[in-house]
DNA sequence: CGGTGTGTTGAGGCACATCAAGCCAGGTGG
DNA sequence: CCACCTGGCTTGATGTGCCTCAACACACCG
């Protein structure tokens, strides 16, 4: 039960402590499979170039997408014997392999690792809570607003008018804010109309007015 | 940003391993607060014998309950300097009191203790990331079927036909699950009719048929 | 008794899903 | 070069599940 193939996103500040410098790494290209659920989860993943996406997928073809993990991201810190998710690559990806059990060594006989890993997993289950939230109570204007201003965070050149790509297809953010593709595609149309936000090229956006973005994403009711 | 005041529900084949057999303990009326959002997160909480939710308010006056502790479920794990929610009883409750520094201290001595929690940890993101497929993907019929079978499983007596209390009020089921007290209300009389469960009182339920609960909870398209 | 808080039931509306075209860029082959 | 196909995205029309608003039932309590 105790396991999770969720993306950790370190804190800038204090950057992942653990990974070796060295170690091998991978190249995937488009949609190659990083682990399936079910697989033996023997490693983590370090992105170091690209996009993955973490995902749910149910029998009657529902698909839930629990993550995008970016560079700098780890991937696959999952805890018990298998993977609960899928991770493919949105686009090629490189990435750095971590053995698990190098890590617990490194967490043996440093003991302040595991406390700063502590402190990564509680940023897990903050950021899950805010996803729920966003799930649960959020609009879909809300939720693609939150979204994009998360990406635009993300992204080091966010400043205004500065293109931010967008990997994954209107699919996978579907997937990911539990919206249909026809319902991203017209809230994305939307927030271009309010000239919240620019659409250049299907691969990415451009904020025009952040305020606005993230007064959006605050539910503040800008828009009755 | 690294904190977080989820509960965490040990695993029963393995008991919380710190917590002190001893230690200060804290009885709470009805609605008393443990903590609140935005405090010093100094302590930890096992609770002893009753029921608390956990739950973050909106300036706007949405509620998202994030879970509910009852017996044996340890809350305010979280890592930062503050908790990032409130949490208060929903009925009288007892509770052990463990300080921060006093785990920490710990698990710098026993470093396996340090892995134990991350397992701990990681079993907390895979509950929420549970939980977002739940708000995201489920239908209000899913959702309290899944609510209800969580329940069923962790109260002892859960033997088809043995009521199971529901400490919690219709709206806190409405906000930790993303749906108005009416859609509960009307939800639990429908499951009702289908003779899947039975509604003796007010503050309890009791599984008539375990099979069709399940099966409505796991998406299972029984009922068009 | 009325007052209050909680739960149930009903009528109607709205946001998003569903179904269905159509658009556009890229690729392929004649 | 154009004709044609394909896949991803956009746009429109219609349906529906849940929310909103409203009334009522019931227990508890002064």
Redesign the pocket.
């Known amino acids: 039960m105790y396991h999770s193939a969720a993306i950790m996103t370190p804190d800038p500040q204090h950057p992942w402590p653990v990974a070796p410098a060295g170690g091998e790494t991978r190249v995937l290209r488009p949609h190659a499979h990083l682990f399936y659920a079910g697989d033996e989860a023997t490693h983590f993943f370090e992105i170091l170039q690209g996009a993955v996406r973490s995902c749910k997928l149910f029998a009657d073809g529902r698909r839930q997408i629990v993550a995008f993990g970016f560079t700098g991201d780890i991937v696959g810190f999952g805890h018990g014997e298998t993977y609960r998710f899928d991770c493919d690559a949105l686009a090629e990806t490189r990435v750095r392999v971590i053995a698990r059990s190098e890590l617990m060594r490194a967490v043996r006989a440093r003991p302040e690792l595991g406390e700063r890993l502590l402190e990564i997993a509680a940023g897990e289950v903050a950021t899950m809570q805010d996803l729920s939230i966003l799930l649960c109570r959020k ?3 809300e939720r693609i607003a939150t979204f994009l201003v998360a990406m635009a965070e993300r992204h080091r050149g966010n400043a205004v008018g500065t293109r931010t790509p967008l990997p994954m ?3 996978d953010i579907g997937d990911f804010l ?9 809230t ?2 939307r927030l271009r109309a309010l000239r919240i936000i620019d ?1 250049p090229d ?1 691969g990415g956006f451009a904020v025009r007015d952040m305020a606005a973005l993230r007064g959006v994403a605050e539910c503040e009711e800008y828009l009755h």
């Open positions: 609009t879909a204007l297809g209107r699919a539990g919206l249909t593709i026809e319902t991203v595609s017209r994305m149309t659409l299907r």
